[in-house]
């Protein structure tokens, strides 16, 4: 994830590098800078890697992403003091979609909390926002008695294998029964033989999948990225870059910090407030305004999906027109959609707009394209 486009990487640029950077290098792949990391965008081919993770398995370096623990018999009460849902529902082993949140009730970044005990939580986030937010959390409960918070990002390499025959593919290598891990559940196990490896069943593909956490050495990364592809050769595994994964998380709905959600945007905003849980018992940052936001009818504002009618791609940034040809909107995140065959994004307009579900313009370039309203997720996996 990224709060900005990502843009090629040059050798007097000093970009992080994950343990498999020579790897993707030996790959042939496009590498770019993708929030102060050296990272690949492709391999094969966007299009090949997307429909890959949609039809078979994908396998991506995401080692990029920050991981910061909580421990002590007052970290449940720092973790709910600065996230949004609700981490007293969780179980050992369980994890789950939150946000990290200004007074304002925008956001610093969104999250995944998982937890690995009573007094033991590990938050993942964003690469590109890892280094603000963790000096966010120190911030407001680093003083906290009874809880040592730390960053641990550097001790970990973090891949994701994502697609229907994901499952098939860890499971090779691994004597964990995999089908036994529920959706945003996670346990422990060996992994091509290296132990006290973590596996969460989780991602951001839309697709099932897993996200497994080793030791960051390159010895030890290269020899678990190395088994899984061979593990997935019957498959058809491709090596996936971040550019299919942002065209994934964009068809399945999900949302990408510095595009849809930023410290602009508040919760009620986004569509996320699902995920929002104002009745928890716990005070957090940003639950005042955003009750008294509520209250007040709701935001201005909203995220919508759009599908393009006539020719054209609605591209981040690009204007959103009403009939008579005034902006009132602008494009988040669009893109054609490799899997559905169609021009997709998400965009903010007036809330009435929102609600009307009318058509809208974008501008794209000097033409104003048509684009309908459309339900999001735009795609969701199909049931087994």
């Known amino acids: ?13 000093p970009l992080k590098q994950t343990a498999l950077n020579a790897t993707h290098r030996a790959l042939k ?7 102060g990391w050296d990272m690949p965008v492709e ?40 996230t949004m849902n609700d981490a007293s529902r969780l179980q050992d082993g369980q994890a789950q979609y939150s946000a990290l949140l200004t007074p304002e009730g925008t956001f610093i ?11 033991d939580y590990l938050l993942v986030v964003n690469a590109s926002t890892k280094d603000k937010d963790y000096a966010w959390i120190r911030k407001q409960v680093g ?19 994502q697609g229907p025959r994901a499952l098939e593919t860890l499971q090779k290598l691994t004597k964990v ?27 951001y593909s839309g697709e099932d999948g897993f996200e497994v956490y080793v030791p960051s050495d390159v010895a030890t990364t290269e020899k678990v990225w190395n088994a899984i592809l061979e593990a997935g050769a019957e498959f058809g595994i491709l090596p996936c870059g971040l550019g299919a994964r942002n065209t994934l998380r ?27 849980k104002l009745e928890k018992d716990s005070d957090f940052l940003g639950r005042e305004t955003l009750l008294a936001l509520k209250e007040k009818g ?56 929102a609600e009307s579900k009318e058509d809208v313009f974008v501008q794209v370039r000097a033409n104003k394209v048509r684009a309908k309203q459309v339900p999001t997720p735009f795609y969701k996996r199909p049931k087994k």
Do not use: C
């Open 29 to 35: 792949a496009k590498m770019v800078d993708f929030g």
């Open 143 to 161: 003083a906290m008695p009874g809880v040592h918070i730390n960053d641990y990002s550097p001790h970990y390499s973090q891949l994701a294998i």
């Open 109 to 119: 970044d969104d999250i995944l909390v998982h937890k690995l005990g009573d007094n």
């Open 43 to 82: 391999y094969s081919g966007l299009m090949a890697e997307h429909l890959a993770v949609r039809t078979g398995v994908g396998l991506f370096d995401v080692s990029h992403m920050g991981e910061i623990q909580f421990r002590g018999p007052n970290s449940l009460a720092a973790v709910q003091r600065i």
């Open 177 to 203: 029964d995999l089908g036994g891990i529920k959706n945003y559940w996670f346990t422990w196990g060996q992994v091509a033989g290296v132990y006290n490896v973590l596996i969460a069943r989780t991602g």
């Open 250 to 276: 964009l068809e399945a709905g999900m949302p990408l910090y510095g595009h849809e959600i930023t410290d602009e945007t508040t919760v009620l905003e986004t569509g996320l407030d699902r995920w929002l």
């Open 1 to 13: 994830m990224s709060t900005s486009a990502p843009t090629p990487a040059t050798e007097s640029t």
């Open 298 to 353: 709701g935001p201005a504002k909203k995220l919508i999906g759009l599908e393009m009618v006539d020719r054209g791609i609605a591209r981040d940034g690009y204007s959103v027109l009403n009939e008579a040809g005034e902006q009132i909107g602008i494009v988040t995140s669009g893109s054609p959609a490799p899997f559905l065959k169609t021009n997709i994004a998400y965009a903010y307009v007036p809330s009435a707009i």
